[in-house]
Nanobody
Framework: QLQACGGGLVQAGGSLRLSCAAS????????MGWFRQAPGKEREFVAT????????YYEDSVKGRFTISRDNTKNTAYLQMNSLKPEDTAVYYC?????????????????WGHGTLVTVSS
């Protein structure tokens, strides 16, 4: 089970940190990913991180602004979002993939959280 939290309303240029707490799985063996879905749009990849935090990938529009991380001792993944823009407004989902390899497509992830809403006002 994955539980995402940390969303909210923030002004453009502001920051938020999302958290994704995992239970019922061996967290340290799962690749973690963050995806988002804006109103009327398809779910899109945001970031992913491998087991050891040694490999990360980001969607181009968030590079340099977002940072994905994880704490295997706390079974939690994070998404630090800085310099937020109105176009970052979406429901953000965390996902888990039982693999040694990161992935950037939603169908490659088996477990999903319910999502947390991020709204960035201009």
């Amino acid at each position: 089970q994955l539980q995402a939290c940390g969303g909210g309303l923030v002004q453009a240029g502001g920051s938020l940190r999302l958290s994704c707490a995992a239970s019922g799985l061996t967290f340290s063996r799962y690749v973690m990913g963050w995806f988002r879905q804006a109103p009327g749009k398809e779910r899109e990849f945001v970031a992913t991180i491998n087991w050891s935090s040694g490999t990360t990938y980001y969607e181009d529009s968030v590079k340099g602004r977002f940072t994905i991380s994880r704490d295997n001792t706390k079974n939690t993944a994070y998404l630090q979002m800085n310099s937020l823009k109105p176009e970052d407004t979406a429901v953000y989902y965390c996902a888990a993939r039982n693999s040694a390899h990161t992935a950037r497509t939603a169908y490659e992830y088996k477990y999903w959280g319910h999502g947390t809403l991020v709204t960035v006002s201009s």
